[in-house]
């Protein structure tokens, strides 16, 4: 399984080690957890392409009524030519190989 996670915020990804997500922009809140390998990305603000984009993965997730948690680790910066699949992408927490899920 793996995140994307997309993000027009000024101080996203970079600048950021704890953050979180409003329920409403996760798609398929049952399979929110610790140490998924993610993709960050940065969208520029002004014209909505994609400026930025780390590999990563999230922990420390913790569920609140409204929001999901969680804390953020960068492993390295990635070239833009690598999400370039994701460039048609809102603002929002996508899973992608859900058949992969650990069962841990």
Do not use: C
């Not at 990804?13 to 993709?39: C, G």
């Not at 990305?41 to 009524?65: E, F, H, M």
């Amino acid at each position: 399984m793996k995140y994307v996670m997309v993000t027009q915020l000024a101080n996203h990804w970079d600048n950021v080690s704890a953050t979180s997500y409003p329920k409403s922009m996760i798609r398929k809140l049952d399979y929110i957890m610790d140490n998924v390998e993610t993709i960050f990305i940065k969208l520029d603000i002004a014209t909505g392409r994609i400026k930025k984009a780390w590999k990563g993965y999230i922990y420390n997730v913790k569920r609140s009524p409204n929001k999901i948690l969680f804390r953020v680790n960068l492993d390295t910066q990635i070239p833009l030519s690598q999400v370039r699949k994701y460039s048609r992408l809102k603002g929002g927490w996508y899973i992608y190989d859900i058949k992969a899920k650990s069962s841990t």
